[in-house]
């Protein structure tokens, strides 16, 4: 029903910037929250950052000040500005679409993009 294709990931040096998109399309009416979570090697997956359709943000703690979410309501898409990188922001950023409401079904949904590599080098 709905697909989250993401973009932006890459291999950059400690301190250099990422720019991550993501792009939901399919029959949707709405999406509540759109966010970012990333999973490095052993570790859960976290939430980095979540934006409402209204535009309030949420940080996980270790990123405030450094990372920027973005959101263009019209065109369903979440955007990740990831400034002064560093080797601990290095995982698998995931997009997610959260209270995803269809145009075609009841009830509300979540969906996950692929995920897109992140990878900073010290």
């Known amino acids: 029903q709905v697909q989250l294709v993401e973009s932006g990931g890459g291999l950059v040096q400690a301190g250099g910037s990422l720019r991550l998109s993501c792009a939901a399309s399919g029959r949707i009416f709405s999406i509540a929250t759109m966010g970012w979570y990333r999973q490095s090697a052993g570790k859960p997956r976290e939430l980095v950052a979540a934006?409402?359709?209204?535009?309030?943000?949420n940080y996980v703690d270790s990123v405030k000040g450094r990372f920027t979410i973005s959101r263009d309501n019209s065109k369903n898409t979440v955007s990740l500005q990831m400034n002064s990188l560093k080797p601990e922001d290095t995982a698998v950023y995931y997009c997610n679409a959260d209270q995803v409401v269809l145009t075609n079904l009841p009830g509300k949904y979540i969906y996950w993009g692929q995920g897109t590599q992140v990878t900073v080098s010290s």
């Open positions: 934006i409402t359709s209204g535009g309030s943000t």
